[in-house]
């Protein structure tokens, strides 16, 4: 008699380091069906090219290029992905945003335990979008990722990305030991290599937020052309300004007296769809609700004085 | 053209993961309809043998005298329906 094969595939619950790697392969897919033009960028993809040390990945960040977005996101929510509620709406923070450089669209998966980060930029590369994917595509490589391939940035587009991430935020504890590891990864390579990326980020408009990292590789000293504005911008940002605290703040700071207590009311109370965006998974119940608004709260006079400062500097720092 | 005869291999259509503890497929045939599946133990015995195309009765080989031919035979041919495998 022959044995019944109906169960020898079933759905799986996936694991994260598994979820990972196929996601990778999913939208890799999806955006060789639709035409869109992708790259992956941190992750597995910059371990594979040692430009960055091997560490399990939460999510799966691509630059998409600017014209495919829309059409990526209407592949990737034929497939069950929805776009996460932002933390903060544009209306919330109108002022503050353009230090928060809004930069990518969130979507996440009921059965998929990680999320998708699809850039439309990457902060710090002060060129227009589309010269700085047009830059990276040009340069671009495949890596196999859950046996599939996966185009991406090659070692140097992500050694700038690497790069700029950590410089974003200097104040966190990784961002030193990844700024180090790309130094000496791009040094391993042959001579011609520093001036490669000398050359990449001129053409991204990069060269002053990759300021650090060039110094280290002894790299001829250019002079930059970027919008000194949006220079400031990402200066402000690296003192700081990313974090929620110091976005209210600054915004508190520029509405008018009557716009403040709602304000102050939303900043303290978020809808439960954005308080939950971040925890995918996390049962709405009252309990979990309240332990996540004393979270925010706790981490917000945590960072007061902090953000006070910063949004002081933002002000001060308008030309 | 029967099993014995017949050159298996993975779908170019499929992604998987293989941690060494289990194996986890997704196919890329249509994605918007593709979910990913945990393979059975059988199931991923045959897969990782099938890392290179073989016959049915290479992929049988010595070691996997507890599935029949016949059983082998039909195996093959629900991972072929799932699009995980193919037949040439």
């Known amino acids: 008699m022959s044995r019944d094969w109906s169960n020898l595939a079933e759905t799986a619950e996936l694991r994260l380091s598994e979820a990972v790697p196929l996601a990778h392969a999913l939208v890799a897919r999806l955006a060789e069906l639709e035409g869109v033009r992708i790259l992956f960028i941190k992750g597995p993809t910059a371990v594979a090219l040692g430009a960055r040390p091997p560490r399990a990945s939460t999510d799966v960040d691509l630059l998409c290029e600017p014209s495919g977005l829309e059409r990526l996101g209407m592949a990737l929510e034929r497939c069950g992905w929805r776009r996460r509620t932002p933390k903060n709406t544009a209306d919330d923070l109108k002022h503050a945003t353009k230090y928060l450089f809004d930069h990518s669209v969130h979507y996440i998966h009921d059965e998929w335990p990680c999320d998708l980060d699809v850039h439309f930029n990457f902060p710090g590369f002060l060129a227009p979008d589309d010269v700085v994917f047009d830059e990276l595509w040009h340069r671009r490589t495949s890596v196999e990722v859950a046996h599939w391939p996966a185009p991406c940035a090659d070692l140097l587009g992500q050694a700038a990305i690497v790069a700029l991430h950590s410089l974003r935020d200097p104040q966190l504890s990784h961002t030193s030991p990844d700024l180090d590891f790309v130094a000496d990864s791009l040094r391993r390579q042959d001579p011609t290599t520093v001036e490669a990326f000398l050359q990449l980020a001129i053409v991204t408009g990069s060269v002053e937020t990759l300021r650090p990292l060039l110094e280290q590789l002894d790299a001829p000293s250019v002079e930059s052309n970027v919008d000194p504005e949006l220079l400031r911008r990402w200066q402000v940002r690296q003192q700081n300004a990313g974090a929620s605290t110091t976005s209210w703040l600054i915004e508190l700071r520029h509405r008018p007296w009557r716009q403040k207590p709602g304000l102050v009311r939303r900043a303290l109370f978020l809808p439960t769809g954005a308080l939950f965006s971040a925890h995918v998974g996390l049962p709405r119940t009252r309990r979990n609700i309240a332990r996540l608004q004393l979270q925010r709260w706790s981490h917000a006079v945590r960072y007061l004085p902090r953000g006070v400062r910063a949004a002081r500097r933002a002000e001060e720092q308008m030309p | ?88």
């Open chain 2, 1 to 88: 053209m029967t099993p014995g005869g017949a050159v298996w291999s993975r779908s170019p259509d499929v992604a998987f993961v293989d941690d060494g503890d289990r194996v986890v497929v997704l196919g890329l045939g249509e994605p918007s309809v593709s979910r990913p599946s945990l393979l059975s133990a059988e199931a991923t015995d045959v897969w990782r043998r099938l890392e290179r195309p073989l016959t049915a009765r290479q992929v049988r080989g010595p070691m996997n005298g507890h599935i029949d031919p016949l059983g082998l035979g039909h195996l093959l041919e629900a991972l072929q329906q799932l699009g995980f495998v193919r037949c040439d």
